[in-house]
């Protein structure tokens, strides 16, 4: 199994700035890719940003230039740096990672956190 720690949510004033992270444990022998996701009140879940082994990223086009995601040396913890935050941010932010736990078996699963709540008020 794989669990996803997320913490760093909480209420910030618009403009202000968060950081959201991620941290993976369990049965890893690779893990393939990362991701933040994001579920407002009403909406479907929605993809953030997203960050693969060769350190490519994307992003959706609602955050391009205002956050950054990133991943320490280890790559078992994930990153969201969330600058000039607007009210439309507010959502609950999910981290996903996408993890292949033998060696033997390239077959990989999504594993989901349980979300932190991230408000920005107006």
């Known amino acids: 199994q794989v669990q996803l720690v997320e913490s760093g949510g909480g209420l910030v004033q618009a403009g202000g700035s968060l950081t959201l992270s991620c941290t993976v444990s369990?049965?890893?022998?690779?893990?393939?890719?990362m991701a933040w996701y994001r579920q407002a009140p009403g909406k479907q879940r929605e993809l953030v940003a997203h960050i693969f082994r060769d350190d490519t990223t994307n992003y959706a086009d609602s955050v391009k230039g205002r956050f950054t995601i990133s991943r320490d040396a280890g790559e078992k913890t994930l990153y969201l740096q969330m600058n000039s935050l607007k009210p439309e941010d507010t959502a609950v932010y999910y981290c996903?990672?996408?993890?292949?736990?033998?060696?033997?078996?390239?077959?990989?699963?999504?594993?989901w956190g349980q979300g932190t709540q991230v408000t920005v008020s107006s």
């Open positions: 369990g049965n890893i022998f690779r893990i393939k890719s």
């Open positions: 996903n990672t996408d993890v292949q736990s033998s060696p033997w078996d390239p077959k990989s699963f999504a594993y």
